[in-house]
């Protein structure tokens, strides 16, 4: 049921998405959607949570060990998110776009603040920076990735001429982006050329 409900909420927004429809998307009748979802904004806010937690156990788990490169764990990370939203896009959609705006607004914030929590730890334990040394670094890697998604989803040519996996494409550049940054950071001891190679 919350499959169907979230195709339907991606492909119609919240307003325009009704519970006949996901009643006919799940095969089930509207009595039984209520009885098991709840009314529309709890079912849409089910599929909120169940998005965002799938989401963050990805990334987490995709970084790894402490022990290991922190930019190929930042890879790791990044390439585990990319991969969430060009496999996943209803997720994404009712993550990122449909639910950032109105009631539901301060649930994604804090989805994203959770992120870039994650992020900070990452950076923070693998650069061996304070945590508030890597907070705004977190920041930058959270919004840039966030940008460079929304720019994979809404152009038709972005990223197509190659045959490589668009999760490994859109994490190559951002780590080439923000790379050189955080090397800087820790006076060069990470090595921004073998964040890519060592994964490849």
Known sequence: MLDAALAVFSEEGFHGASMDAVAARAGVSKPLVYAHGGSKDELFAACLRREAERLLRSVQAAAGEPGEAPLVRLRRALRAFF????TQRAGWTVLYRQASTGPFAGEVDALRRRIVEQAADLMAGGLGVPRAVALPYAHTVVGAAEGLADWWLTDPDAGRATDAEPADVLADMLVTVVG????????????????????R
């Open 83 to 86: 991969h969430a939203l060009t």
């Open 180 to 199: 050189p940054g955080l090397d800087a950071l820790t006076g060069g001891a990470i090595g921004v050329s073998a964040a890519v190679s060592d994964e």
